[in-house]
Structures are given as C-alpha cells and as structure tokens.
C-alpha cells in the first residue's frame, strides 16, 4: 500500500450508474465523481468505452493530491432496446494505472 500512496490514485465515489427506464433514442448523461488520494499527480490518459453509443468526457489535466474531478459519460439509446451495459475503461499514470465505470439502462422500444 505504500506504493499505492506514493503514485496518483482515483478514488471514485461511484463505479456504476443505472439510468433506469428510458425511451429509446434518448440520450443521457451521468457524471463520475473521483480524488486523487494519491501523492502524486495523475492524469487521465484516455477514456474509452466499449460501445460507439457512449461517449466519455474527460480533462487531461493533472489532478494534484486532493483535488477533484469528474468523467462525464453519455449515451445515446437509438437502437438500443432492452437491457444494457456499457463499460468505460479510464487510463492514467496512476497506480492502479487502469479503472472501469459502468452505466446501466433498461432501454424501451420506439414504437
């Protein structure tokens, strides 16, 4: 653990959203909250999601020891009918170098 303190760490507040119910070729949003509770300063790398119709907003800004910050995630539910899951794997310099966000949505058919 003394490693862990001595480099960048995120610190989410929360690492799943569910949306809920939602009609379909709606598009929403969900920020994830996270400290860097590190010693270091830690910067998002990239954040990519498993799926073209959820896009992650992110600064690539060094956040310091401290300090807060947030990765928006949208997602667009046009034919995406019935359940669904998305995953955002966040990269940082970090230790744990790798994180993983995930949003939930019970998508109902257009009619």
Do not use: W
Not at 26 to 38: H, I, L, Q, S
Not at 77 to 94: C, D, F, L, Q, W
Request: glycine share 8%.
């Amino acid at each position: 653990t003394t490693l862990l303190l001595e480099m960048g760490n995120l610190v989410f507040k929360d690492t799943i959203h569910n949306f809920g119910k939602m009609q379909e070729c709606e598009v929403v949003t969900y920020e994830f909250e996270f400290e860097n509770k590190g010693k270091k300063d830690i910067i998002i790398n990239e954040a990519k999601a498993s799926c073209g119709c959820t896009v992650a907003d992110y600064s690539t800004k060094p956040y310091k020891h401290g300090e807060k910050g947030t990765i928006k995630v949208s997602f667009d539910s046009e034919g995406k009918a019935g359940m669904n899951e998305r995953s955002v794997i966040i990269k940082t310099n970090g230790n744990p170098s790798i994180y993983n966000v995930i949003i939930q949505a019970e998508v109902n058919p257009s009619h």
